[in-house]
């Protein structure tokens, strides 16, 4: 297996724990398996709270449902930026990236104009040359 890899792999393999961490949280929460699974969360919360016969532990209007929903957003807002920063920075080293492919191509392209100019004198000089002893030979 070679060991040229492409910056992709070599940005993934840097991440720590917490950005690995982060990304997984972003992708979970901004999926709609999350806002499903957190409807019918919501929806038995308050139907057992509001025809719950023994125990309400979270009575109309469901102060401990809000207080959750608090936290969640207080911890969810900064992990989903630290992944967009991370994103943000993996862009960044992937436009680098692509733009130093750009100066190379251009330069391999470069290089071949340049060789196929010089075979193009070769030949036209190889021509000329031959139209001269041509030339030279129907003179005689």
């Not at 949280?25 to 901004?30: I, L, P, S, T």
């Amino acid at each position: 297996m070679s060991n040229n890899k492409t910056w992709h792999e070599k940005h993934h393999e840097a991440l720590g724990f917490g950005s690995r961490l982060a990304d997984w949280v972003a992708k979970g929460m901004g999926s709609w398996k999350f806002i499903i699974l957190q409807t019918i969360f919501v929806m038995i919360w308050m139907g057992l709270n509001l025809v719950g016969y023994v125990y309400h532990w979270d009575a109309y209007p469901f102060i401990l449902l809000n207080l959750l929903f608090s936290t969640q957003a207080a911890y969810a807002a900064p992990i989903i930026m630290m992944s967009q920063n991370r994103q943000s920075e993996r862009d960044r080293i992937q436009a680098q990236s692509d733009y130093q492919t750009n100066v190379d191509a251009k330069l391999e392209i470069e290089a071949l104009a340049i060789r196929l100019d010089k075979i193009e004198v070769e030949k036209l000089d190889k021509i000329i040359k031959m139209l001269e002893e041509m030339e030279s030979n129907s003179a005689k």
